[in-house]
């Protein structure tokens, strides 16, 4: 679930979502998501969202499949 979170993230934003070296774990305890920069303001909120429950640090509470399947963004477009 984390690589969808970044691979959303990236198709969003153009880039990467951690502005720091090393590997998707690494930059899980040392990266701050940013959705401050004006990429992010057409972005909506249930799409920010999305992110960071995929991209949550603690493997017990980052979603599982059947929670993102179940969040309102995905909702959208899968029925």
């Known amino acids: 679930m984390w690589s969808i979170g970044v691979m959303a993230y990236e198709f969003l934003a153009g880039r990467l ?13 040392g990266g701050k998501l940013d959705f401050e920069e004006k990429t992010w303001q057409s972005v ?8 960071l429950r995929l991209l949550e640090k603690d493997p017990k509470i980052r979603f599982t ?10 909702r959208l477009y899968y029925r």
């Not at 979502?17 to 305890?29: E, Q, R, T, Y």
């Open 17 to 29: 979502p951690f502005k720091v070296k090393g590997s998707s774990l690494d930059m899980a305890s």
């Open 44 to 51: 909506s909120a249930h799409a920010k969202d999305f992110i």
């Open 65 to 74: 499949a059947m929670q993102a399947l179940g969040h309102p963004w995905i």
